[in-house]
């Protein structure tokens, strides 16, 4: 939901802050840059708190000696510290924000490289679009705590540790006035400042609601439309943008007090601290100089504080990201590749499922393969048909391994699955699913997905072969025609046939086809038909047939019902032979 304007304030944080080691181990390629760093942060930090000695000096030398040499000189040494100061700040800045931005980057690549490899299966328990979330929204929290706050942090107690010496140093009696006033100062701040904050997250709830829903009814806009419900969208929309425009207000409230106190109490603070410190100056206990000094210090001191207190929570929120982002670094594939994992030679491949048995792992008491044995020799066409829910799809993802069967075993060439490395086995496989997806790019970009390499005569051939060539041709800019990210502006059937060529292009032993449910016109079902006939003996296929034209092409037909093999045959055998094929082919393929 909050995916519109998710800046991290949403994520949950965590008060353990050792939660953040495992990120700097991410920081040890850059110790260079980190040493640079935290050389640029001392010396800063040690003229920063040098300028109030400065200022001092400009005063009680400067002026109060009523000679124009000594003003210059002490201008000049000022002049210095703000030199070293701002070459330290440049210094510093860099190397901080570039630490920052390198170790989320390297982070976002460690887990987008571990997850892109992961068994399928973990991503029915963990939702695509949370994981999407903590690749980019947690590791931007990371980059901002590790590229800016864990240096405020530091930089900051330095400060307050120097300020408080140099305070003390500078007039006792002053700091301990400080001292003792600031609880009174900061607690104020603190409560307003967390209300604020707890506003502001709201805010942004509410402005996510306001993302969602405009997202929502404008993709969904002809439906919108054809219900004429602009009307209750509009009136639903404007209650969202007032509910966020309300608790914006009561947020500027908050701040706008808090703000306004923040100025009472330091000009509060300031004129305390002229009417202590000036009785002293004129009484002579202390100079000017000393003053201005003490002044600076107090105000080093006071902003280290307020620093400190707003990135504490940024620490504890990097803290919640961390630990997720580990999370998802360290969940294992339960597809475990054996170390002497194999190849398979040569391009014939035949198929051997011998009392395969599985469950999908969020439902194990279901068993939806339930001890299935058969095997398919390299150039024949098996068609598996059978009720929707039948385990047909599964037994696709099993062969490709995208899980591992629970009981039996799977084996290519007479090895198991197991033995061989996961590339092996889909590097055999062409797959082309019911419902073809197609990444947004042109349609060259689209069939050479697997093979960059193929030349435009092995992209022209399968074309060809997939009966996709005449309406790629028939496109004003061919095969540069650009699609979607749905693949939109092609019909069904000719995405089937582009993810044919596709699957084609790849140069599989074994090509598996989900044969489309939703109706394509006769001519594309003519095209598909021709296309498996040409495919038919040049290589392994098993078709996941809805129609009796496709079923009458395969060498041999598997009956599918509730996990388990009913019939084996041709279409003719099957229909004397088994009842349920009988039953089955009257209804699915009676038109
Ligand atoms: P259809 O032709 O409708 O696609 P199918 O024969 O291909 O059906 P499968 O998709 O293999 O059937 O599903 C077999 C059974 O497994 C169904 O009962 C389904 O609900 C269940 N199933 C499928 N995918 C999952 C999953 N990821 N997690 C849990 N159960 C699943």
């Given at each position: ?119 399928p ?247 939806v ?12 066409m098996v068609a598996l048909v059978g009720p929707s829910g039948a385990g047909k799809s599964t037994l696709f993802d099993l062969i490709q391994?995208f ?26 496989v062409g797959f082309v699913s019911q419902d073809p997806v197609l990444f ?6 689209n069939?050479?997905y ?16 997939a009966h996709a ?14 699609v979607?990210e749905d693949g939109v502006?092609l019909s069904g059937g000719q995405r089937q046939r582009l993810a044919i060529a596709r699957a084609l292009?790849?140069?599989p032993?074994i090509l598996l086809l989900d044969e489309a449910t939703s109706a394509l016109d006769?001519?594309s079902e003519?095209h598909i038909r021709?296309s498996i006939?040409?495919l ?5 296929i098993m078709v996941i047939a809805h129609r009796l034209s496709t079923v009458?092409q395969a060498?041999?037909?598997l009956?599918l ?27 699915q393929f009676?038109?």
């Open positions: 939901m909050a995916e519109v304007v998710d800046d991290g304030h949403d994520r949950q944080s965590n008060k353990d802050l050792r939660r953040l080691t495992p990120a700097f181990k991410f920081l040890r390629p850059y110790v260079r840059q980190v040493v640079f760093a935290s050389i640029a942060l001392v010396i800063t930090a040690a003229a920063t708190l040098s300028i109030g000695q400065g200022i001092r000096l400009v005063i009680d030398s400067g002026f109060a000696s009523g000679e124009a040499g000594v003003l210059v000189d002490s201008l000049s040494l000022f002049a210095g510290f703000v030199l070293v100061l701002t070459v330290g700040t440049f210094v510093r800045f860099y190397f901080v924000s570039w630490v920052g931005e390198r170790v989320s980057a390297d982070i976002r690549q460690a887990v987008f490289t571990h997850l892109i490899n992961i068994h299966g973990f991503f029915e328990r963990n939702a695509p679009s949370e994981i999407q979330s903590r690749i980019t929204t947690d590791t931007t929290l990371l980059q901002t705590v590790i590229g800016s706050s864990v240096s405020i942090a530091l930089r900051n107690f330095l400060m307050f540790v120097g300020g408080v010496t140099l305070m003390f140093i500078t007039n006792v009696k002053l700091s301990l006035i400080v001292l003792i006033s600031v609880p009174f100062v900061v607690m104020p701040i603190i409560l307003f400042g967390r209300r604020v904050r707890r506003l502001s997250r709201t805010s942004q709830d509410r402005l996510a609601d306001v993302g969602s829903y405009a997202g929502e009814s404008l993709r969904h806009i002809k439906v919108v439309q054809a219900f004429n419900h602009q009307g209750a969208d509009e009136t639903a929309f404007h209650q969202r943008v007032d509910a966020a425009f309300k608790i914006s207000v009561q947020r500027i409230r908050q701040r706008a007090v808090l703000v306004a106190i923040v100025m009472l109490l330091v000009f509060g603070a300031v004129a305390t601290m002229l009417w202590v410190g000036g009785q002293d100056v004129l009484s002579g206990q202390t100079s000017a100089g000393e003053l201005a000094a003490f002044i600076f210090y107090a105000f080093i001191v006071a902003g280290s504080v307020g620093a400190i207190s707003e990135v504490i929570s940024d620490l504890q929120r990097a803290a919640g990201a961390t630990e997720r982002l580990i999370e998802l670094l360290e969940s294992p594939s339960e597809l475990v590749e054996r170390d002497a994992a194999g190849g398979l030679a040569g391009q014939e491949v035949s198929l051997q499922l011998d009392q395969v048995g599985f469950s999908y792992p969020t439902r194990p008491e279901q068993k393969i339930d001890t299935v044995s058969f095997s398919v020799q390299p150039g024949e391994r899980y591992d069967p629970t009981e039996g075993s799977l084996r290519m060439c007479g090895q198991d699955l197991r033995d061989l490395s996961l590339s092996a086995v889909r590097g055999a947004a790019g042109t349609l060259k970009d069939l050479v697997a093979n960059p390499d193929a030349s435009e005569v092995e992209i022209e051939r399968a074309l060809q072969l060539a005449d309406f790629v041709d028939a496109l004003s800019e061919g095969l540069s025609t650009r979607g502006g292009l790849s140069k032993s006769a001519e003519n021709l006939d040409g038919k003996g040049r290589m392994t009458r060498d041999r037909i009956v019902d509730g996990g388990r093999v009913i019939g084996s045959g041709t279409h003719e055998e099957l229909m004397s032979s088994s009842d349920l094929y009988a039953r089955f082919a009257q209804m009676a038109a």
